[in-house]
């Protein structure tokens, strides 16, 4: 039907197994599977449609629209969906006389989940997306590949900043520019994520006062943005000698995601700020040591909050005093926000095959956001940098 | 705080007005509004935060980040949402006695649905999302202006196209030129859709076969897209001689999409694509005429379906057989996927001031997809392009 490379049907089934032993493990007799990266993730296609996975036994994905398309996409069977009455008895059928049934609790919108849970009535409806979510952070050596593709395109645009930036230039052309690179190298141009009216363009591309100022994004950097209904990211302020010109981007391939950060500035920098940007380093060299296959997620933000502390840099990390994010860090793959999430609470252990991005941040009202970030893989012997430009900052003369 | 321009006060207070209407007309005693583009709309703000509309009152919104962005751009009363357990407090206290609580039960997943209504023990959930989502099909005169102005980027687009196309181009190449002209002009770059799992880049920007592969994506031009995790949309595919190269794009100012297609050809098209093509136009005359205040949604599109069947080209009209989309038309607005439905079953009428992209296609498998496209607004003497460009097929030499 078409060219596109497909996943392979090992990995779709070797993915399926696992789900189906969780599945098990946690007593639950059948999931309903509805997002679209979540139906990716288990069946290979994205067409529209929703995926019911026994736990043991055969799933079957139920689509309208594309069936043609799906199946020829997807290494599980398809079927038509029919109208929603049908889905029912079909999908009852499946579920037998089932106790539990998961759903993912923290996507799939209410009304559509009542719809949904109207077939079963004797079911408890279970959460089964932080579980899922903990299974897709593990990856495969096929997303590894795909990871280290969306590598290379980020480093190519890391590259060529210098050509890019000059004094005159708007934080918009710049993201203009690094969007066109990344295009024309097969970049999607949208970067998926789960939570919950998050929503992402690039990155952020941000300078000075306007890196600064604060937004509802869930992240370190916030950034002015083009309009009060795009308030974050790149604006139309001008880059200036002697500020931070924060460049957090990201980059997209197979739809696998990669994230990375580099500071550039026009001149020199203050020195106040030149040393927060060194603190990020080291924040970043301290934790690629101690990032190991059973260390806690957790353990990795505290540590940098130690760092922080010591250096008398807590009001600026991670975003300025009210508006800091409480993260050092999170998974990326198929979505942005992706676990593992470094953050306190979780005790969860870091296991080879992660693939984490780490961004230590400072923020400086009226001045800017400086920092670093990497993609890693967690391997057994610990972090292995996926992103690798250097780490110097990028000091463009006047 | 910042130098973005707000949405006027009396915008906002007029918003909300109309919206506490009609919760008293429904018997609803206040709602919860959760939903980024929803509390925009509402409020002047998209930081991250919930919006209580009791039926009269004041309205509140609880921020969790940034609170001092929200206080600078809301037009209604800012609070600090604080922890979870607080914000319930805070809430119940607002909602008194109320017995029918409205929730946005299309976007609003379950898991957090289930949070917000353990604060309502006593409550009755009630959808609120198509009512306001009606209120929000009928626009201002401040929202027209932006809507104009991004009618003006996607007008220099089209005009542009000829320098942008000739054989030996990708699909790919012509999209990431296309974005690039329209990002630089501030496009944000993100068209926001409503429905669970629907997104989009930029649009349909595609040829040939390739344009005619069909997709999950509920509209009737697919695309082969980069990937089968990116199913959509331009694929790398070149742009070749006498097919048909679809340029349906859309842009955004201030949050505002307007939507447009036109039909590009190096050379010729076949007779019967011509022909088909020539009918798009005829239908899209003859809607223009028919839409007016009073005439009911579904009626354009059942017109429409009545001329497709006259010219036998039913199993090509808008995606090719089980593929098809069911409607010719949608609103537009902050969401690219707003009301009205130009669909069967939508007898509600036509208003004054409803802004609706209509779009007669026809796809012909393996060959393409042709058709066109312009955002209209409702006046009270019929329906008003706001997209202006030349309805010709752009014909170019070899």
Known sequence: ?????????????????????????????????????????????????????????????????????????????????????????????????????GIEMDVLPYGLAMR??????????????????????????????????????????????????????SELELAANIEYQLRKMGNYGLYRMRAYNQELVLGMVASGAAAATPTYFDGPAGGLGLSTAHPQGASRKILAVGEPILVDISSVWEGYIVDQTRLVVIGDLEKDLEQAYQVARQILKEVEQMGKPGVAWQDLYLRACEMVKEEGLEKHFMGYCADQARFLGHGVGLELDELPVLAKGFDQP?????????????????????????????????????????????????
Do not use: W
Not at 27 to 46: F, K, P, R, W
Not at 56 to 82: D, H, I, N, T, W
Not at 146 to 168: D, F, N, T, W
């Open 1 to 101: 039907m078409h060219p596109l490379p497909k996943i392979p049907k090992e990995e779709i089934e070797s993915r399926l197994g696992r789900f189906q032993d969780f599945l098990q493990q946690a007593g639950i007799d059948g999931a309903l599977i509805t997002q679209n990266i979540d139906l990716y993730y288990l069946t290979g296609t994205m067409q529209n449609g929703v995926l019911f996975v026994p736990s043991s036994g055969e799933p079957c994905l139920y689509v309208k629209k594309s069936v043609e398309r799906a199946k020829f996409e997807a290494s599980v069977a398809v079927e038509e969906m029919g109208r929603f009455k049908e889905l029912g008895e079909k999908l009852k059928a499946r579920f037998r006389n089932g106790k539990r049934l």
């Open 116 to 169: 949904y849970l109207r077939f079963f009535p004797e079911a408890e409806p279970v959460d089964i997306s932080f579980s899922l979510r903990q299974q897709r952070a593990v990856k495969s050596s096929y997303e590894i590949e795909q990871l280290k593709e969306a590598a290379k395109m980020v480093h190519q645009v890391i590259e060529s900043l210098p050509k890019m930036i000059r004094p005159g230039v």
């Open 350 to 398: 870091l296991e080879e095959g992660m693939v984490i991005a780490i961004e230590p941040k400072f923020t400086f009202p009226q001045r800017g956001v400086v920092g670093i970030e990497n993609t890693y893989l967690v391997t057994k012997n610990g972090l292995e940098a996926i992103t690798f430009a250097s780490e110097e900052i990028i000091r463009l003369d006047l």
